[in-house]
């Protein structure tokens, strides 16, 4: 399956750049999927309209108060991967996290279950420029030498700073606006991979790390959107119909 050829192609490359491949249950506290990772009990990820809930477990009592260590959801993302490992490793860190997750979408470009790849470093004196390099690393052994990353301040709960991360569309290789690009890019030049930034001290301390003597980073992206990339498959969704005469076009 082509997801499954682009997982595989992901791994390997993050392999060999010294990541160790780690996954975990899809079914996840909700501690370990938002609390531990900075998301305030109101954010609106948490809302039943994002997430999918899961009821607890037979013979649980009906009357217990909420508690996010026994509340359980669909995970909406591999991060509590990077929880669980912070949990129970000490650093140096340096792990990636592929694997389904599932939140409430569901139109061209997104599903309810769909595939994310995350990173996690953590060690003394890590820094963005670190980060940076990491990421140009990645996309020119994925999709081919001399293609530039740039950053996009953003804003995510469990990272501080953040930032949006594009490459150089590596069809067009267009960069100077209008004049040029392809129309996978929008005619801009760039296609826009992923989240990152530096881990927030408050997810160090609630993880068990020192945030005095450690920094680190992470970043995560879509394994499908790679997938899209590297097929030139503009509907999500043609991934997951299971139409054979569809699938047997894509050699992997």
């Known amino acids: 399956h082509p ?27 909700e501690d370990y999927n938002f609390d531990r990772l900075n998301f305030e009990p109101e954010h609106p990820a948490r809302d039943m309209q994002d997430t999918f809930f899961v009821a607890p477990p037979e013979g649980t009592p009906s009357d217990l108060p909420w508690d996010p260590a026994r509340s359980f959801v669909l995970r909406t993302h591999t991060s509590p991967v990077q929880v669980r490992t912070m949990l129970t490793s000490k650093p140096p860190i340096r792990i990636v996290a592929p694997g389904t997750v599932f939140r409430r979408d569901d139109d061209p470009t997104h599903s309810p279950m769909f595939n994310q790849i995350e990173g996690l470093y ?12 990491t990421l140009y690393r990645f996309v020119a052994a994925f999709f081919g030498e001399g293609l530039q990353v740039r950053f996009r301040p953003s804003f995510f709960p469990f ?34 991979l992923g989240g990152s930034g530096m881990v927030h001290p408050a997810v160090f301390e609630r993880c068990g790390i020192d945030a005095e003597v450690y920094t680190g980073w992470a ?7 790679m997938a899209m990339l590297r097929y030139g498959v ?10 054979l005469r569809v699938l047997e076009q894509f050699p992997c």
């Open 234 to 243: 503009p509907n999500l969704k043609h991934f997951f119909e299971g139409d």
């Open 159 to 192: 990272v501080e700073p953040g930032a949006e991360f594009d490459m150089q569309c590596p069809f067009c290789r267009g960069t100077d606006g209008v004049s040029s690009g392809c129309g996978l890019c929008k005619r801009t030049g760039w296609i826009e």
């Open 219 to 225: 970043f995560g992206f879509g394994i499908d959107r």
């Open 122 to 133: 953590i060690d003394r004196g890590v820094t963005m420029a670190d980060l940076k390099a």
């Open 3 to 29: 997801i499954t050829a682009t997982r595989r192609a992901l791994e390997k490359v993050f392999h060999r750049m010294g990541f160790d491949v780690l996954d975990g249950p899809h079914v996840e506290v």
